[in-house]
Structures are given as structure tokens and as C-alpha cells.
């Protein structure tokens, strides 16, 4: 019998704790074993709370399908893309999706990664308070269109992203929700469903200019609607999802891993100070103010070629930050399969239709995997490889994140950016709130930035 933590009310079950607190529900778990019983409402799931037992859920991906409670919702504007879709699906999709992530296409991607840092690091003004969740979110799109999906427009970006985010949040809302409930037309319904058919109508509108002029740009979109395995190519709607899935999946984790970074660095000026010194030295972002302002007005002006030859190379301290700040923080904080049979976890039978959750931010807050976890310490990643480890934050087995160097890659380009150019300290009296929603996101990060050089100029955004 899987264990049932206490606390459980009739109809209920666990899902007051869990919707007043959910971060904290999680972590309670694991002392009641390695699989715990819980219900959400008219949900019940099992909740891994052992690595062995998860690495094995996502090692099995065939036995524990992509599905449950949150992929479902997802599936609603995502589509069939790569993260959402079957296993009898991924293996196809992931062969047209992977070449665009290639190391050799990464590193051309580099130096549009490094052009939209500098964009965003020469657009403040000396002493300005900027909220960094939205500045990150927009940075990290602009770079998304420019590296993947350069057809779609940059009109409009804004109300794309904002788009996205409210699907995101609107997904999690749904989750727990009979979809007859999702139907009603309530404000909140009304606002996703309009989204949601932005988003559609821009997508649609991209694959079909795509399809007319074919011609290979070097991005996602000109390697899906180009590909051709025996025969059998991606349709419209598939190459579709597939823009939906990575554009909400690339530009919200990125944002998100990066805000992160910047608020722990913010905690801790010790840190803060070894990052800019190594930053100094591999002389990356903007190595001089005035380059910052050329191409912000050249950006401005839409002239898009400026830029010098980028790398991540000598940034090893850089990259533990963002590791963990993703180990902190971990973007899918909450993520489900389903059984698509009879099986067995440990010691207990699965029956088919079974659906099992699984909390990378619940394995890395345990002690036992990661000493003093509540700590920032960038150095436990020192001489230690991600995927050996009990770190899961992008995921691991067959589904492992296929977007995950070109995270890490535009991660700390962005954050080595802003260090170089910036000191950023929170503006008092602004709480830092964790919102666990599809992802978890932070809310507003307001921060004051204030020039290294002390001169005071005014950037893009004076």
C-alpha cells in the first residue's frame, strides 16, 4: 500500500495545502517514503519522491508516457510539439528537431545570443530601477526570433510574450479544474482562449511563409518545414507545435534561470564580485559603454549585423551560477507521466492510467542529495557532470531537454552581459515571490542598476 500523507479532506483531499503552499507541500513529502499517495480534488496521483525511482520513471518513457494533469493542459496551446507529445510520436519528432540544435549551429546562434545582450545591457540608464523578469522575458525572446525563428516578427513581441506567460500561468490554474469548468466564459477563461488564438493565427501565419519561400535561413523553422525522412515530412500543424512548444519553453526557462541568477548574485556581492572579475577577464558583453549605445540605436534602427565574435569560453564560474540557480529554481518544478500499463515502481503495482508526478525542486532541496540544499554554492559543481549526478533540472533519459545547451549557452551570455556592464542591488521594500505555475517563474525582481564605469549615460530606454 503506497502511503498517504496526513491532512486529507473528503473532496478535498490534499489540495488546500497543496494550493496554499505547494512548494512547501512538496518538500513534506519525501518523509512519509520513496512513493507517496496524494489527491488534488478529483485528481490522484503518485508523487515520486526517491532519484533512483525517478530516474527509472524517466528512463521508462515508453511504460511512463508523457500525460496527467499539467502535459494535458500544456497540449491545449502546445499542441503535439516535442515536450508534450507521446512516446509512439517522440522519436520521429525529435529527429527533425534535434539538427537545429546541433553544437555547430549553437555556436552560429552565439553571436545573435550575445548582439540581444548587449541590446538589453546598453538599454538601461545609470540608476534606473528596471524589473528584470520582464527586461529577461523580452531579452530572451528577442533572441529566440532571431536565432530560430527568424521569420517571426519583431512587431508585436511584447504582446507575444505576454501571451505566452498568461498561457503558462492559465495552464497551471486549469489543471486541477473538471474541463467543463475551463469552458465557462469567465474573464480569466476568456483572456487564455484569446491568447491562445493569437498565438495560433501568428504561428500559422509563419509555417505558411515558410512553406512559400523554403529557402534554408539556418533556424528551427527552416529545418522542420525542410525535412524529409523516407518520405514523410512534417505537417503544417506539427511544424506548428513544434514553434508553440520551443518558443514557450525556450524563452520562459532562459528568462526565468537568468532572473534567478541575478537575484542569488544580488544575495551574495562575494560571489557577485568573482563573477565580474572572470567576466572582466574573458573580456565578454559590452567591453565599453559607448559599443553598448552603437548598437542599441543600431538595433533600434534595425540594422541587425552589428556584433563581435562571442563565447562562452573561460566563463566556468558563470555557468555554476546559472547551474545552480536552475538547481534552486528548476523551471518544470512540477511535471507528470502516465503508466500506459501495468507496472511496478519499487515495491508497489502501478495499474495502467496511473498518473505519476515527479518534482526536480523537490530532489534537489534534499539534504541527501545536496548537502545544506537551501545554500547557494556554485562551487558543488565544481569537477562534477550534471548528468552523473542527482541533478535533473533539464530533465533526464531519452526526453533530456534537447534544447539544453542552447539554454545554458544564452543563460550565460546573458547574465556574464549584464555583469559586465552592471551592479544590480534590490530595490527595498520589493519582495522576491517564487510563482510556481506551469514553471516556476518569479514574479517582479526589481532591481536598481548602476553602471561599473559611473558615468551616467542615457541607454535606449531614456
Known amino acids: ?98 539538427p537545429a540544435f546541433r553544437a555547430d549551429r549553437i555556436a552560429r546562434y552565439t553571436e545573435v545570443m550575445a548582439r540581444e545582450a548587449r541590446w538589453l545591457a546598453g538599454s538601461w540608464c545609470d540608476g534606473q530601477e528596471v524589473d528584470l523578469t520582464a527586461e529577461l522575458s523580452l531579452a530572451a525572446g528577442r533572441s529566440l526570433v532571431s536565432t530560430l525563428f527568424t521569420r517571426l516578427p519583431f512587431t508585436g513581441l511584447q504582446e507575444t510574450v505576454d501571451d505566452f506567460v498568461l498561457l503558462i500561468g492559465g495552464s497551471y490554474r486549469r489543471m486541477l479544474l473538471p474541463h467543463r469548468l475551463n469552458r465557462i466564459p469567465l474573464p480569466a477563461n476568456r483572456r487564455y482562449d484569446a491568447a491562445r488564438t493569437r498565438l495560433a493565427r501568428l504561428v500559422d501565419a509563419v509555417v505558411t511563409a515558410y512553406r512559400a519561400d523554403p529557402e534554408d535561413r539556418g533556424d528551427l523553422v527552416s529545418t522542420l518545414v525542410a525535412a524529409d525522412a523516407n518520405g514523410q515530412r512534417l505537417s503544417n500543424a506539427e511544424v506548428a507545435d513544434q514553434v508553440m512548444t520551443i518558443f514557450a519553453a525556450g524563452f520562459d526557462t532562459i528568462a526565468n534561470s537568468t532572473v534567478w541568477a541575478l537575484h542569488l548574485l544580488a544575495q551574495h556581492p562575494d560571489i557577485a564580485d568573482r563573477v565580474r572579475a572572470e567576466v572582466d577577464a574573458a573580456d565578454v558583453g559590452a567591453t565599453q559603454a559607448d559599443a553598448a549605445e552603437a548598437e542599441v540605436n543600431a538595433a533600434t534602427a534595425g540594422d541587425t549585423s552589428a556584433g563581435t565574435a562571442a563565447s562562452v569560453d573561460g566563463l566556468e564560474l558563470t555557468a555554476r551560477v546559472v547551474r545552480e540557480a536552475v538547481r534552486l529554481y528548476s523551471p518544470g518544478w512540477l511535471l507528470t507521466r502516465v503508466t500506459s500499463t501495468d507496472t511496478e515502481l519499487g515495491a508497489h503495482r502501478l495499474r495502467e492510467g496511473t498518473t505519476v508526478v515527479y518534482s526536480p525542486y523537490l530532489l534537489h532541496r534534499q539534504p541527501a542529495l545536496f548537502p545544506d540544499p537551501d545554500r547557494f554554492d556554485p562551487e558543488r559543481w565544481v569537477g562534477v557532470h550534471p548528468q552523473r549526478g542527482p541533478f535533473i533540472g533539464f530533465g533526464a533519459g531519452p526526453r533530456r531537454c534537447v534544447g539544453e545547451q542552447f539554454g545554458m549557452t544564452e543563460s550565460v551570455l546573458l547574465l556574464a552581459t549584464i555583469m559586465r556592464t552592471w551592479r544590480l542591488e534590490h530595490v527595498p521594500g520589493r519582495t522576491v515571490r517564487e510563482l510556481p505555475l506551469a514553471t516556476l517563474r518569479p514574479g517582479p525582481v526589481w532591481m536598481r542598476a548602476t553602471r561599473r564605469d559611473g558615468l551616467v549615460r542615457t541607454g535606449a530606454a531614456g
Open 1 to 98: 500500500m503506497i502511503p498517504r500523507p496526513p491532512g486529507g479532506l473528503p473532496l478535498l483531499g490534499h489540495l488546500v495545502p497543496f494550493l496554499r503552499d505547494p512548494l512547501a507541500f512538496l518538500r513534506s513529502l519525501p518523509r512519509h517514503g520513496g512513493l507517496v499517495q496524494i489527491r488534488l480534488g478529483p485528481v490522484s496521483a503518485v508523487v515520486v519522491c526517491d532519484l533512483e525511482l525517478t530516474r527509472h520513471v524517466l528512463r521508462e518513457d515508453r511504460v511512463f508516457d508523457k500525460g496527467g494533469f499539467l502535459f494535458d493542459r500544456v497540449r491545449d496551446f502546445a499542441g503535439n510539439g516535442l515536450v508534450t507529445c507521446p512516446h509512439a510520436d517522440h522519436r520521429r519528432q525529435r529527429r527533425y528537431v534535434q
